[in-house]
């Protein structure tokens, strides 16, 4: 029984874990939409982008008012978005997207979790090329026609549509564009009133490696501690 329970404990925490970093990562998304674009969602559609994802992830009204505020305050942080390259262990290429302040404090970290997760930072550049950038929504299935919604946003710069499903088993679409016509898709699924989970854009592997449960054990510990940092908003890699 006791073992049962520090189980559920280490559980319940690491459930905690993954919300605090995904309320920090989307009041950052916050901050930077309200100062890119003004503090009105109506008329700033990165700021609808990101609020939806907020709703998505249950992130508390307060938490949202508060990066709102954050941002239109004159003393706001200014937050600058940086990626960092290199390699995991067994080759595989990792991308690490940040957002910081102080990209001497970022890039120091990051070299850091590279070094001691068996690992190697690279230049720009160096892993880049192994990646596309895509935009890609996520939607809630009910109700939708597929084939009728697939034919309906070819022209609207769709690439992918595909099945998937969220961390917690839920049934999901998922629409991956061009990440130039990522706008153009979100103002399409918005008039068509459809449920949107999330809308961000990704870096897409062009090609994935598949290794031994091991040795993906070996790059998923060095994914675990970058994504452990609180300047590093996603980390995207090449396994499969």
């Known amino acids: 029984m006791g073992r049962d329970f520090e189980n559920r404990k280490a559980s319940m925490f690491a459930r905690w874990d993954k919300l605090a970093k995904a309320f920090t990562r989307i009041g950052r998304d916050i901050e930077m939409a309200v100062r890119a674009g003004g503090p009105s969602a109506e008329s700033n559609p990165a700021l609808r982008r990101v609020l939806q994802n907020a709703r998505s992830a249950n992130m508390p009204k307060d938490k949202v008012e508060a990066a709102i505020k954050r941002a239109s305050g004159k003393d706001s942080s200014t937050w600058e978005v940086i990626n960092y390259e290199g390699y995991a262990p067994h080759g595989i290429a990792l991308l690490v997207e940040t957002a910081t302040d102080n990209p001497t404090r970022t890039v120091a970290n990051v070299r850091v979790h590279f070094n001691k997760g068996g690992g190697t930072l690279g230049n720009s550049g160096s892993v880049a090329f192994l990646f596309q950038r895509m935009g890609v929504f996520?939607?809630?299935?009910?109700?939708?026609?597929?084939?009728?919604?697939?034919?309906?946003?070819?022209?609207?710069?769709?690439?992918?549509?595909?099945?998937?499903?969220?961390?917690?088993?839920?049934?999901?679409?998922?629409?991956?564009?061009?990440?130039?016509?990522?706008?153009?898709?979100?103002?399409?699924?918005?008039?068509?009133?459809?449920?949107?989970?999330?809308?961000?854009?990704?870096?897409?592997?062009?090609?994935?490696?598949?290794?031994?449960?091991?040795?993906?054990?070996?790059?998923?510990r060095l994914i675990g501690r970058l994504e452990q940092d609180d300047d590093v908003q996603k980390v995207f890699h090449t396994m499969a």
């Open 138 to 220: 996520r939607l809630r299935p009910a109700g939708i026609d597929r084939e009728a919604l697939e034919l309906d946003l070819i022209d609207h710069g769709l690439e992918e549509l595909e099945d998937g499903e969220s961390d917690e088993g839920e049934a999901q679409l998922i629409i991956r564009v061009s990440f130039a016509d990522f706008g153009r898709m979100q103002a399409a699924l918005e008039e068509r009133g459809l449920d949107v989970v999330s809308a961000e854009s990704e870096y897409i592997p062009l090609n994935t490696t598949k290794l031994a449960d091991d040795q993906a054990d070996d790059v998923l």
